[in-house]
């Protein structure tokens, strides 16, 4: 990525952040959904504040730097006595943007049970985000109406369109009974508050869905490794923060491997991508995972350009072992 392009992607965001600092929608201190203390030091202690206000494009909704990912432990099935307790953790912590989808094995379900735990009085301090893969209306309220029943609550906040990868995908949803009638519906009746799109695999089927109908939200793939082939970064969220859509990055990590190979440490890669978008949805394993990326969120500051192509060029080498996710 040329430093240009990441000067105008950062200016771009420089605007949001100083939008979100003046938004009504984000928590004031002592009201719930507010970030919890994390322990570990100075840094990440008790009294650590977030350091940058972050809102959820024109949703007005207030996020953090990190929140928890439908997947890692919780695209399991059989794993209650581990996946529920790291829900619960992440509750207790704060985390205010909470993923999943029907896809994820049981992922919905350990929700469920850990809002039944936690009781409604924690449901409502989570922003809640699923999906449908279904295509057309039926299939997709179908769905819904099974998310809603899985996750225990009679509203998602986030309904999403799952991992847009075609233009036959696209003229599924768009058809005159696709899921997006299903989405405009569900969210006439109360059972939605905004509608997305999600996609790793081509770039520019999530530029044209956003052309096509002013979605509130876009998941995308973001990593250091982003800019080497079929960006999203100079792509994606450009388009995105010109119609002012919440934007939240994925595939951080690319699935631990560049923790795993010693490229690049977690905290950095969750810097890195959150300088990008409002929050990033990371998967964990554990109640210990939770902790450790909800303090990493404390000081994700937005990188600089020097920053972003420092760590874009130890990465380029071995880009495409981090990147296997695109078409």
Known sequence: MSQTTRRDILGGLASVSVAACASEAVTPPGQPGEQA???????????????????????????????????????????????????VEAIELGVRYMDTAPAYAGSQDYYGAAFREAGQAARKKIFLATKTHERDRDGARALLDDSLKRLGTTWVDLWQMHDLRSADDLDQIFAKDGALRAAIE????????????????????????????????????????????????????????????????????????????????????????????????????????????????????????????????????????YDTFKA
């Not at 030091?41 to 972050?54: C, F, K, Q, S």
């Not at 929140?67 to 099935?77: A, D, F, M, Q, Y």
């Not at 440490?265 to 210990?288: H, M, N, Q, W």
């Open 37 to 87: 203390a994390t322990t570990g030091g100075p840094e990440g202690g008790p009294g650590a504040a977030t350091l940058e206000a972050r809102t959820l494009g024109s949703t007005g909704v207030a996020v953090d730097a990190f929140s928890l990912g439908g997947e890692g432990i919780l695209r399991t099935r059989g794993r209650e006595r581990d996946a529920v307790p790291m829900i």
């Open 186 to 321: 569900a969210k006439e009746q109360g059972l939605i508050r905004f509608i997305g799109i999600t996609g790793h695999a081509d770039p520019s089927i999530l530029v044209e869905a956003m052309k096509r109908h002013p979605f509130d939200t876009v998941l995308a793939a973001m990593n250091p490794a982003d800019p080497a082939r079929a960006p999203f970064l100079s792509t994606v969220v450009v388009e995105a923060r010109k119609r002012k859509m919440g934007v939240i990055g994925m595939k951080a990590l690319a699935v631990g491997k560049l923790v795993a190979d010693g490229v690049a440490k977690a905290p950095e890669l969750i810097r890195y991508a959150a300088s990008f978008a409002d929050t990033v949805i990371i998967g964990c394993s554990s109640k210990a995972e939770v902790r450790a990326n909800v303090a990493a969120s404390r000081l994700a500051t937005r990188m600089n350009a020097e920053e972003l192509a420092a760590l874009e060029a130890r990465v380029q080498p071995s880009a495409e072992r």
